[in-house]
T-cell receptor, first 117, second 110 residues
Framework: DAEITQSPRHKITETGRQVTLACHQT?????MFWYRQDLGHGLRLIHY???????NKGEVSDGYSVSRSNTEDLPLTLESAASSQTSVYFC????????????????FGPGTRLTVL | QKEVEQDPGPLSVPEGAIVSLNCTYS??????FMWYRQYSRKGPELLMY????GNKEDGRFTAQVDKSSKYISLFIRDSQPSDSATYLC??????????FGQGTRLTINP
């Protein structure tokens, strides 16, 4: 069965360290997204990609970067981790923008809980 | 002001009750409206999807969209303890990105 996985599931790091969160999907979806979820804010978009070599900034992109070298993976890098980046991070994927399904459903991974001390 | 507003709750109701969850929004160009359900320590999953105004029913769940009032609702009939979760509304304009509400945490008490 197709799925979307994230690793690690839990991570504790120190301020200033570089951290990379992995996201891998076997849906063969063109679109991939990274969100962070915090109390009172719901899901906020960090970065997204509509295909290989395409990356775009979301509403809370400062301090984060992504790269898309293949269809299956979109790793999220925190260049220099800050305590404000303590959060739960979700990766999601969906079919192409012009997919025949109007809902263009996003399929979410299980999340990575990141703590920055 | 946030583009999509959702009361975060928490909301606690007895088993069998009718639950009403709501979101308001400011962007009149939104066309696609969704409800995602998220169980504790899991990723969100699409529950209901509605295009433009109107109602959609799926078993015990009914989604309503009132574009004139910029207001969407999710009703759960005969609520069950297994319905306990966080419910997130989401919406988008055409092929644009999804915009999520803050999520409402719902508990159904046996």
């Amino acid at each position: 069965d197709a799925e979307i996985t994230q690793s690690p599931r839990h991570k504790i790091t120190e301020t200033g360290r570089q951290v990379t969160l992995a996201c891998h999907q076997t849906w063969n979806h063109n679109n991939m997204f990274w969100y962070r979820q915090d109390l009172g804010h719901g899901l906020r978009l960090i970065h997204y990609s509509y295909g290989v070599q395409d990356t775009n900034k979301g509403e809370v992109s400062d301090g984060y970067s992504v790269s898309r070298s293949n269809t299956e993976d979109l790793p999220l890098t925190l260049e220099s981790a800050a305590s404000s980046q303590t959060s739960v991070y979700f990766c999601a994927s969906s079919e192409s923008q012009a997919g025949f399904r109007g809902n263009n459903e996003q399929f979410f991974g299980p999340g990575t809980r990141l703590t920055v001390l | 002001q946030k583009e999509v507003e959702q009361d975060p709750g928490p909301l606690s109701v007895p088993e069998g009750a009718i639950v009403s969850l709501n979101c308001t929004y400011s962007n009149s160009a939104f066309q696609y409206f969704m409800w995602y359900r998220q169980y504790s320590r899991k990723g969100p999953e699409l529950l209901m999807y509605t295009y433009s105004s109107g109602n959609k029913e799926d078993g015990r769940f009914t989604a309503q969209v009132d574009k004139s009032s910029k207001y969407i609702s999710l009703f759960i009939r005969d609520s069950q303890p297994s319905d306990s979760a966080t419910y997130l509304c989401a919406m988008r304009q055409g092929a644009q990105k999804l915009v999520f509400g803050q999520g409402t945490r719902l508990t159904i008490n046996p």
